[in-house]
């Protein structure tokens, strides 16, 4: 079970994520977006006398304790508040929003779109957008009517609310991710995590 903000306990009625529905809100809370832990899965295997290149140094994590205490501090409010808006939430890691979106709104998919991520480096491109670890973030579910109230948290501890997309309809069954108003990347879901499709 993995859980943010908790110091060895949580609410027994937080223990389960609820599944995603039409209409939620696809949620990334925490700090700005920058070039950090980009390919990091393949970059930390590499062989340490390999010279570093400019792509394994953009793989570096940096962390950003103010933040992420901050970030913490939303959850814990938003966990222990009755009732409870975040129906879902996953630690952003190792692949960015490319890993933690195509998990949480698993299986109804959803529909993405880049532009609203707040930038830390404008200088940014959709994959790296997407692909880019970029600490202390969250990604989590809400049922639209939350909306203001996570938003006014947030305001509280100065951490960035980004709407990036809604759940869509079961049928639907695919991530489909825009970058100024362009289709960047559109796939299954049932194909990558179906453990019993090959």
């Known amino acids: 079970i993995m859980f943010s903000a908790g110091v060895g306990s949580i609410i027994s009625n ?24 980009l ?12 010279k570093m290149t400019t792509q394994s140094k953009d793989a570096v994590q940096r962390g950003d304790p103010q933040m992420e ?7 814990q409010t938003l966990s222990e508040s009755i009732p409870n808006p975040i129906k879902s939430i ?9 890993n933690v979106v195509k998990e949480i709104v698993y299986p ?13 480096d404008t200088s940014l491109g959709p994959l790296e957008i997407w692909c880019s670890e970029f600490q202390e973030s969250d990604v989590i579910l ?12 947030c305001e509280l501890e100065n951490i960035n609310m980004d709407v990036l997309g809604e759940v869509c309809d079961k049928s639907y069954g695919k991530v489909l991710v825009t ?20």
């Open 14 to 37: 937080n223990v389960k994520k609820m599944l995603p529905e039409k209409g939620d809100l696809v949620v990334r809370l925490g700090g700005p977006s920058y070039k950090i832990g």
């Open 69 to 75: 205490n901050k970030l913490n501090r939303v959850i």
């Open 90 to 98: 996953h630690d952003q890691g190792a692949g960015g929003l490319a």
């Open 142 to 153: 809400i049922d639209p009517k939350f909306k203001e109230k996570v938003k006014e948290i």
């Open 108 to 120: 109804n998919g959803a529909i993405i779109d880049l532009n609203k991520v707040t930038l830390g």
């Open 179 to 198: 970058f100024n108003n362009e289709k960047i990347i559109d796939f299954e879901l049932e194909s990558i995590l179906n453990p019993s499709i090959r």
């Open 39 to 50: 390919g990091g899965g393949f970059n930390s295997s590499i062989d340490n006398t390999s």
